[in-house]
């Protein structure tokens, strides 16, 4: 150890020198320790996640009911996240790859193992895993990212908290291979445009300062749909654990009660005077209603004391702009991030309805503002807007553009800016701006491997929906740690990483609090360092100490 900083990737021997140098045995000079890999950036990102307490924080959160032998379970899941994260497209390339990386054993010592386990045994204990496992490791997962996410979040909110933080939302498909029905979980829906058996993930980024991160992501079947804004809202609970949340609306949900109680008072009294031929099937009807009512007048009131303590518990409250697409636009959706108290920019309709034809062609030329090439905007166009509990002045932007073959494209944007604060033209390139999370989707797929799943049980794959987003950050977070002499490094994006600095062979230095990596002469990034110092200090502080040596049995 070097003042009490583990170095994995030394063995026995390397170790009793270091402890030398460091005085243990008098008399004997400092000396440098070399080693070498073929995985050179993946070496890197070990310290790094040695530095996140990875997995530490993973023995503490991760009860797999599997036996151990020379593995534990957690082994075998971080030995997951390194194939992951080394470009391994299927979990038998950890042995049978070129350049196999169970074959590296400076790499696992680098994620503190001493060699890595066949990928057959990695397949076994994700065969495992329950869906308390898959929430226990969204639970480490989370531990470890949150000082780093708020600290994205204090960036862009600023000192007063008052700056917009910017949350994308949407669904991405995971189309299956093969013999389609071994995949657990799975359903038809349209993947990728296509109907087709898979999964959905449904994610949210955050948008930093200089790059879009990963919030949380879910797992569904492939018949998810985002129309019935069940994703959207069951991402809210975790998007507001990891980063923050908003004050609740709590004086218009008062608005939407009284609006309520006055509804059902309209009902009983329709349903006191109800007379006449028919009256029995219009006091049914109106029964139905009435009861229907009643139930939403109970659940609003529900919510409107959830809200009350919430805010009272409220000390650091966020501005949070949530961007999606117009499958999330539904008056329920709409209804809900209001009361919660969220700023958004929804596409509401998808403009098909032949009838918003007729509007949107009423609208005199001079009305409609050129917001980009080719697309037109307009606040002239009198769509009806949601249907809410009580009034909201809820903002709607007109869209229409034309494809390359003359077709008219339409569709509204709804959102809570008002124009005081935002022009038609900034609403609308606010609202593109979400093409971000597009590319993180296409990040997933093309760098990670993620367009399609990795084993057969939804509990494994929804675990490897967690360990992608991860990865996906830590490539991102790792330049925090790290230090480089090459301008490429320094500013190279995941694919890079990923897929060729993962891939160069690397030599390894170990002096005092110094750990000194160099690209090889023959590789594409000859000559690189990375150098990781620890007493260099770092702009937080980690929230978790350092933990023992966990049971080998999990």
Not at 35 to 49: D, I, K
Not at 115 to 132: G, I, M, N, P, Q
Not at 142 to 171: C, N, T, Y
Request: glycine residues 6%; charged residues 25%.
């Amino acid at each position: 150890m070097i003042h009490g900083w583990e170095l994995p990737l030394l063995n026995h021997h390397v170790e009793v020198r270091l402890m030398q140098s460091h005085g243990t045995t008098p008399n004997i000079a400092a000396q440098a320790i070399k080693s070498t890999t073929r995985h050179g950036f993946l070496v890197a990102l070990g310290w790094v996640a040695q530095r996140l307490n990875l997995v530490e924080i993973l023995n503490r959160h991760l009860r797999i009911k599997q036996k151990t032998y020379a593995h534990t379970p957690v082994d075998k899941v971080v030995e997951a996240l390194v194939a992951i994260l080394g470009n391994c497209r299927y979990m038998k390339d950890l042995n049978f790859d070129p350049e196999p990386l169970v074959a590296d054993p400076a790499v696992a010592q680098a994620w503190g193992q001493e060699r890595f386990a066949h990928f057959s045994t990695v397949c076994a204990t994700f065969s495992k895993l329950t869906e308390e496992n898959v929430q226990q490791l969204s639970d480490a997962l989370a531990e470890i990212q949150a000082p780093l996410l708020q600290q994205e979040v204090a960036a862009v909110a600023g000192p007063d908290r008052s700056g917009m933080v910017i949350v994308d939302i949407d669904l991405t498909g995971q189309k299956v291979r093969g013999e389609t029905r071994q995949y657990t979980g799975t359903d038809f829906g349209y993947i990728q445009g296509k109907l087709a058996r898979g999964y959905q993930i449904a994610a949210a980024f955050l948008s930093g300062k200089q790059q879009r991160f990963a919030i949380d992501g879910l797992l569904k079947s492939g018949k998810a749909n985002s129309r019935s804004g069940a994703c959207l809202l069951e991402l809210i609970p975790r998007i507001e654990a990891r980063i923050g949340r908003p004050l609740r609306r709590v004086e218009w949900v008062e608005a939407c009660l009284a609006q309520q109680k006055a509804r059902v008072r309209q009902l009983y009294q329709q349903l006191q005077t109800v007379s006449g031929k028919g009256s029995a099937r219009r006091k049914q009807k109106l029964q139905r209603e009435f009861q229907e009512e009643v139930q939403h007048l109970r659940e609003v009131n529900q919510r409107l004391r959830q809200y009350r303590q919430e805010n009272r518990t409220n000390l650091a409250p966020l501005r949070i702009l949530l961007r999606a697409d117009s499958a999330f636009g539904t008056p329920e959706v709409i209804q809900r991030l209001l009361e919660l108290g969220y700023e958004f920019t929804i596409k509401s309709y998808s403009g098909s309805n032949v009838a918003y034809k007729h509007l949107f062609d009423a609208v005199p030329a001079e009305n409609w503002v050129e917001v980009e090439k080719n697309r037109f905007a307009s606040e002239a166009v009198t769509v009806p807007g949601p249907t809410l509990l009580a009034p909201y002045p809820v903002r709607l932007v007109a869209m229409r553009r034309w494809d390359a073959d003359g077709r008219e494209v339409r569709s509204v944007i709804l959102t809570t800016l008002q124009p005081e604060e935002l022009t038609t033209t900034e609403v609308v390139k606010l609202y593109h701006g979400r093409q971000t999370i597009e590319a993180g989707f296409q990040e997933w797929k093309g760098t990670f491997h993620f367009g399609t799943p990795r084993l057969r049980k939804y509990e494994a794959n929804a675990a490897f929906t967690q360990l992608v987003l991860f990865a996906f950050n830590l490539v991102r977070w790792a330049w925090r740690f790290l230090s480089t002499n090459s301008p490429k490094l320094a500013e190279a994006g995941s694919r890079l990483l990923v897929r060729v600095a993962a891939r160069c062979r690397a030599t390894i230095r170990c002096l005092g609090d110094t750990l000194r990596l160099v690209f090889s002469r023959g590789t594409p990034l000859a000559g690189a360092e990375i150098t990781l110092n620890r007493a260099t200090p770092y702009p937080y502080a980690l929230l978790t100490p350092r933990m023992s040596s966990c049971s080998r049995e999990t």
